[in-house]
């Protein structure tokens, strides 16, 4: 998958998320494997203020959009 909104998405993770978590392991496992819907899943577990929330969710819909 290298397409420009799971680039954007995978970078956006990795500043937000410095340390390698369990959770962030996942998010990039569902970027590789080309799963939003996961990515939706995990995102809706994780502490994101609005703002964040609101940002990485516009970026998975540009990832399904691009699909």
Known sequence: ???QASVSLLRWLRRQ???PTPWRER???A???????EARRLLAR???SE???HHVAGLIDRWEEGR
Do not use: K
């Open 46 to 48: 994780m502490e994101f």
């Open 27 to 29: 998010l990039e496992a």
């Open 51 to 53: 703002a964040q929330r």
């Open 31 to 37: 970027v590789a494997n080309d799963d939003p819907a």
């Open 17 to 19: 998320l410095r340390e």
């Open 1 to 3: 998958m290298g397409d």
